[in-house]
């Protein structure tokens, strides 16, 4: 079985002033929320189980679970005073036992058929950018195994909100993420950052995926954009 967790917990800031009343991954996007378009993706390829780790307007989130009988909410009651680490440890309990999607909840997933990728070892989706980026990128051995996952980088694969664990490595990202919140100053920390202090335990490489098959849409200008894109 392959499960999903989709991040959503946090403020939206940079898509104000939409986000005052609507958390950012329930935006629509030419009708659709953000989120569902992950959400879709992710059942039509086989997804059976998705725990969604809300925090901001956490209620704004009933209506898809409502919608979606294979939704688990789960709150993440620390997203304010602590980074993104505090999404993926709300949801430790539930990391055993099957392979796992990561997902960024704020994306529009415009090709669901990124998710039917038939990957034999855990990666990152990653888009690749000629010259300098930076973005969170990949660094990458002569087999293609990942030694660096941070921020700078020069031709090289861009992350682009969406990652799969095998079970094996899900369950060690677990046991890293637990380790992670007994140490000073891990509130500061970035999920990826754990992935990148454990990359001797966890085996990932890059799976590669066109710029367009996911949008990231960060601002209102932008979203509007888009779908005056959409639309012309």
Same mark, same amino acid.
């Given at each position: 079985m392959t499960k999903a967790i989709l991040m959503a917990a946090g403020l939206g800031t940079r898509m104000r002033p939409l986000t005052e009343t609507m958390p950012k991954p329930m935006i629509p996007v030419n009708g659709t929320p953000m989120i569902e378009t992950v959400v879709k993706g992710l059942l039509a390829n086989g997804v059976e189980e998705l725990y969604v780790?809300?925090? =901001?307007?956490?209620?704004? /989130?009933?209506?898809?679970?409502?919608?979606?009988?294979?939704?688990?909410?789960?709150?993440? !009651?620390?997203?304010?005073?602590?980074?993104?680490? #505090?999404?993926? +440890?709300?949801? !430790? %309990?539930?990391? +055993? $036992?099957?392979?796992? /999607?990561?997902?960024?909840?704020?994306? =529009? @997933? #415009?090709?669901? #058929?990124?998710?039917?990728?038939?990957?034999?070892?855990?990666?990152?989706?990653?888009?690749?950018?000629?010259?300098?980026?930076?973005? &969170? @990128?990949?660094?990458?051995?002569?087999?293609?195994?990942? !030694?660096?996952? $941070?921020?700078?980088?020069?031709?090289? =694969?861009?992350?682009?909100?969406? #990652? &799969? /664990?095998?079970?094996? %490595?899900?369950?060690?990202?677990?046991?890293?993420?637990?380790?992670?919140?007994?140490?000073? $100053?891990?509130?500061?920390?970035f999920w990826d950052e754990v992935v990148d202090r454990n990359l001797d335990i966890l085996n990932l490489t890059v799976c590669p995926i066109d710029r367009k098959q996911i949008i990231e849409i960060d601002t209102a200008d932008e979203l509007k954009a888009f779908e005056e894109q959409l639309n012309s």
């Open positions: 780790v809300v925090g =901001y307007l956490k209620e704004k /989130f009933a209506p898809l679970a409502e919608k979606y009988p294979q939704i688990r909410l789960v709150e993440n !009651t620390e997203y304010t005073i602590k980074n993104n680490i #505090s999404s993926i +440890h709300a949801v !430790t %309990d539930y990391m +055993h $036992g099957d392979d796992f /999607f990561i997902c960024e909840a704020d994306l =529009y @997933v #415009s090709d669901p #058929s990124i998710f039917a990728i038939q990957n034999k070892q855990s990666c990152y989706y990653g888009v690749m950018v000629k010259g300098h980026s930076d973005d &969170w @990128v990949f660094d990458q051995d002569e087999n293609g195994r990942i !030694t660096r996952v $941070g921020k700078y980088g020069d031709d090289v =694969y861009n992350m682009c909100g969406i #990652s &799969w /664990f095998a079970q094996k %490595d899900i369950e060690t990202l677990r046991d890293c993420i637990l380790k992670e919140y007994e140490k000073e $100053g891990h509130e500061q920390l």
